[in-house]
Each structure stands twice: as structure tokens, then as C-alpha cells.
């Protein structure tokens, strides 16, 4: 069992940047891949990144390629998201998710095992 919690979430102007963090209990994390997604008001949730379980392969969501970053430590049990150059459009809750299987379909929401509460990111001047 793994709980996931975020934080780092709240109101940054157009262009701004926040940092995300995903803490997870349990001493699997390391095994586990990792991935944020987001849900926009009045919209589906989608994908956002993905990292494998050791770092060592990240995947992005084509509107947010460039912009942002998934990273993590393991020592900290932390996975952070990374967002650049924020734009209204980003505004969304984001959650962070835990793939136990290392799914090859990292963009696909049921191959995820665990999620946390959700942070609201607001992007507005």
C-alpha cells in the first residue's frame, strides 16, 4: 500500500513557475513509476508526465513537453513536478499517481495503482 500526498500547488501569474511535490509512504516507492496527472475545470483528467522507477526515463504530455519537468528521489520518497513558464491553461488540480507494475502505457490512467488527494494550480494575472 502506498498513500501519496501533494503539495506545492496555488496562484502564479502567466509565465511563472511552481515546483510540485509528490510524498509517498511505504518503502516499495523506489519500485514504483511515478506520474502527475490534471483535471481542469469541466474537464477529463489527462496526463501530464511520467518517470520510471529509477529516473532514468521520463515521458510528457505534448502541451506540457519543454515546459516541465518530472523528477524524483527515491532517498526522499519524493517525486516532484517541475512547471515553467505556467499559462492560464495550466490551471488544473494535479495529482500525482503510482504505476506498481511499470505499465507501458504511462499516459493511461487505469494502469495507475495509487493517487493522492490532488493540489490546485492556478495560472492568472
Known amino acids: 500500500q502506498v498513500q501519496l500526498v501533494e503539495s506545492g500547488g496555488g496562484l502564479v501569474q502567466p509565465g511563472g513557475s511552481l515546483r510540485l511535490s509528490c510524498a509517498a509512504s511505504g518503502r516499495t516507492f523506489s519500485t514504483y513509476a511515478m506520474g502527475w496527472f490534471r483535471q481542469a475545470p469541466g474537464k477529463e483528467r489527462e496526463f501530464a508526465a511520467h518517470?520510471?522507477?529509477?529516473?532514468?526515463?521520463?515521458y510528457y504530455a505534448d502541451s506540457v513537453k519543454g515546459r516541465f519537468t518530472i523528477s524524483r528521489d527515491n532517498a526522499k520518497n519524493t517525486v516532484y513536478l517541475q512547471m515553467n513558464s505556467l499559462k492560464p491553461e495550466d490551471t488544473a488540480v494535479y495529482y500525482c499517481?503510482?504505476?506498481?507494475?511499470?505499465?507501458?502505457?504511462?499516459?493511461?490512467?487505469?494502469?495507475?495503482?495509487?493517487w493522492g488527494q490532488g493540489t490546485q494550480v492556478t495560472v492568472s494575472s
Open positions: 518517470i520510471s522507477w529509477s529516473g532514468g526515463n521520463t
Open positions: 499517481a503510482a504505476d506498481q507494475f511499470g505499465s507501458r502505457r504511462p499516459a493511461d490512467q487505469t494502469e495507475y495503482n495509487y
